[in-house]
């Protein structure tokens, strides 16, 4: 089945920063590729997703890339804002929709 | 905007009882699921439901576990016998119909906890 690594497990960036989170996951077949964010107590709320033929794609200030070959992705936060700090989750699944989370990267941005 | 509701927000109960969590997906989603949180650690995937019967189950879902969609609206995830392995937070999810993966809308979870 589907393997999801994520790192790093925490990030700690100063407001106006970037953070990179890193995922790589093992079954080729995986074609749809999610980032959620989870705030505390909250559930995972969809940021932004990519999908396998697809290498790149950017909304505002988030942006995913994809590495089919290399089976890794990765969000980019510019700008970062006290308010992008979370828990956020990278996932990766098949076209049957059953995601496979990564164990999370807690972001805190500091003023 | 809709939104995949569930109840109850905390649930606590004693070891070895039955316990139900509610959810209500989304009108016009097809897919469902349920995913469970144990404090600190990864979403992890239970179950999916898909006309009315199990797609894919996890080796979590045990005999202990069960899901129904009673009524059509509500999506019920049901443990026989509580474990203290059990206590964690809930999510249910669903999405639109489609083999093609798309978003899946999580709910904002139960937390159960298991004395």
């Known amino acids: 089945g589907e393997n999801v690594e994520q790192h790093p497990s925490t990030l700690s960036v100063q407001e106006g920063d970037s953070a990179v989170i890193k995922c790589t996951y093992s079954?080729?077949?995986?074609?749809?590729f999610p980032w959620y964010k989870q705030e505390l107590g909250k559930g995972p709320q969809l940021i932004i997703d990519?999908?396998?033929?697809?290498g790149e794609k950017k909304d505002q200030r988030i942006a995913v890339t994809l590495n089919k070959t290399a089976k890794h992705f990765s969000l980019h936060i510019t700008e970062t804002q006290p308010e992008d700090s979370a828990v956020y989750f990278c996932?990766?699944?098949?076209?049957?929709?059953?995601?496979?989370f990564g164990a999370g990267t807690q972001v805190v941005v500091t003023p | 905007e809709p939104e995949v509701t569930q109840t109850p927000s905390h649930q606590v109960t004693q070891m070895g009882q039955e316990v139900i969590l509610r959810c209500v997906p989304i009108?016009?989603?097809?897919?469902f699921y349920w995913y469970r949180q144990i404090l600190g650690q990864k979403v992890e995937f239970l179950v999916s439901f898909y006309n009315n019967e199990i797609s894919e189950k996890s080796e979590i879902f045990d005999d202990q576990f069960s899901v129904e969609r009673p009524d059509g609206s509500n999506f019920t995830l049901k443990i026989r016998s509580t474990k203290l392995e059990d206590s964690a937070m809930y999510f249910c999810?669903?999405?639109?119909?489609?083999?093609?993966?798309?978003?899946?809308?999580f709910g904002e979870g139960s937390r159960l906890t298991v004395l």
């Open positions: 999810a669903s999405r639109t119909g489609g083999a093609r993966a798309g978003e899946l809308f």
């Open positions: 009108s016009n989603h097809l897919y």
């Open positions: 990519i999908r396998s033929n697809v």
């Open positions: 079954d080729s077949a995986s074609n749809y």
């Open positions: 996932a990766a699944t098949d076209s049957w929709g059953k995601l496979q």
